[in-house]
Each structure stands twice: as structure tokens, then as C-alpha cells.
């Protein structure tokens, strides 16, 4: 089936995205709403001019569409959208990075039936947990852009995250309530890496307090990097 991917960099799009070329979709795009302000409802907003990078080291073209971050608003932005990927590149579904957002998930459904395309939301309802490690398992690095939770350090802001990191947030997770895999807005990630990437995104920036238990990390600069070749070395006989 010919799919488009709602796309924000983050860690959820990517991996619905993996997921769907594992299990033999065409992708034939991304899809990207880019809000006018941070408090949007359905859509992602630190880090989503750095999709066109994403975009260029997965080799797939990108629909982007301006949104005004509006509540039910946004709606018509991703009809709009979709009907500009079902037009241009034929495709019949949608894929989705939805988690637990009962909002969010049935909109982007409701949307895609008006339309007359098949929505997929393989992450939905996963174990966060698990979840969390699936990603470093399976290869992805990602960093966190913001934070906005008690118990979450700046200093996970910034750096590619490892097991280990991984580990400390889902502790944190449960000692102070927040969801695991930071679906309720606690944090926001950028994937700088993943299996379908044919290049390596890299950032500079610094974090920067904007209250209490809210950090952003102000990237100053990014660009493409080859990725790092695996030389084994084989010994003479």
C-alpha cells in the first residue's frame, strides 16, 4: 500500500515510519504540519525546521503545511495536507506516530476516512517502557529538545540518550508519575539517527531555563554528516 508519514522529527513519527517500511509499505512521503506557536494541539513544534534535513538523509520528498496551532483549526490544516500527498503521490493511507492521545489519534483518523484513506498507528497503546527501549534496541538516536517535568535533568538535554539514560528517565518515570515515553508533553525529542537514515543529523546548541522544571535546548546550528563506516580489519594468514 502507498502510505504518507505525518512526520515532526521526533521519535514517535520515526518509528511509526520504520515500522511501516518493515512491514512492506511505500512511503512516498512525509507530511508535516509546522505550527505558528508552541501550545498547538495536535502538532509537534520544537525542532520542525530541522525535518527538511530529515527528510533529505531519508530520501523521501516532504509536504510541509503552516498551521496556526488553532484547536479544531488545525484539522482543516491536515486535511489540506493529506489531500496535497493523496493527490500528488496516490497514496491510500497515513501513518501515524499517535501513542496515547485519544485526541490526537481520532482526529487524525477522522480526517483520514473524510478523505478516504486508511489511517496506522502501530504505536499505539505499546507498553511505554518497552517502548522506550525498542528504540535504543533498534537503533535510533535521539536527543531531548525540552523538558517540562519534575524529576527530568538538563543535563539529558542536548546528547544522543543510551540505554542507561533510557533506564533513568523510565525510573523517574515512576517515581515522580510522568509517562515513560514522555507522551504527555514532559519532553520533546529529535531523532538524529535511525536504520533508515542515510546520513546523521548533527546539532549545536545550549540548553536554556525557562522556569521551574522547564529547560529548552536552543539549537544554534545543524547539518548533515556522512555516517561513520565500519572498518573490520581481517588479519593475514
Not at 22 to 46: I, N, Q
Request: charged share 25%; with cysteine.
Amino acid at each position: 500500500m502507498r502510505v504518507c508519514a505525518l512526520y515532526s522529527g521526533g521519535k514517535d513519527s520515526n518509528y511509526a515510519l520504520h515500522w511501516a517500511f518493515l512491514h512492506g509499505f511505500s512511503v512516498e512521503c512525509l507530511v508535516t504540519l509546522r505550527p505558528a506557536r508552541e501550545d498547538s494541539w495536535m502538532f509537534h513544534y520544537p525542532g520542525i525546521e530541522l525535518t527538511r534535513l530529515q527528510a533529505e538523509a531519508l530520501g523521501l520528498p516532504q509536504i510541509m503545511v503552516e498551521t496556526g496551532g488553532e484547536k479544531e483549526k488545525e484539522l482543516e490544516d491536515l486535511r489540506e495536507a493529506l489531500s496535497l500527498a493523496k493527490n500528488r503521490y496516490g497514496v491510500e493511507g497515513v501513518v501515524a506516530g499517535a501513542l496515547l492521545s485519544d485526541y490526537q489519534r481520532m482526529r487524525i483518523s477522522l480526517v483520514a476516512e473524510e478523505l478516504g484513506l486508511r489511517s496506522y498507528t502501530p504505536l499505539w497503546r505499546k507498553s511505554q517502557e518497552s517502548y522506550m527501549r525498542w528504540l535504543v534496541m533498534d537503533g535510533f538516536k535521539f536527543i531531548l529538545l525540552s523538558i517540562s517535568a519534575m524529576g527530568l535533568s538538563p543535563s539529558l538535554l542536548g546528547r544522543p540518550l543510551d540505554d542507561r539514560d533510557v533506564e533513568e528517565i523510565i525510573s523517574l518515570a515512576r517515581r515522580y508519575g510522568f509517562n515513560p515515553a514522555l507522551e504527555g508533553g514532559e519532553a520533546e525529542t529529535l531523532v538524529l539517527d535511525a536504520p533508515l537514515f542515510s546520513k546523521s543529523l548533527e546539532v549545536e546548541g545550549e540548553p536554556v531555563k525557562r522556569g521551574p522544571y522547564e529547560w529548552v535546548y536552543q539549537i544554534r546550528s545543524a547539518r548533515l554528516r556522512e555516517k561513520e563506516q565500519l572498518h573490520v580489519h581481517v588479519a593475514k594468514q
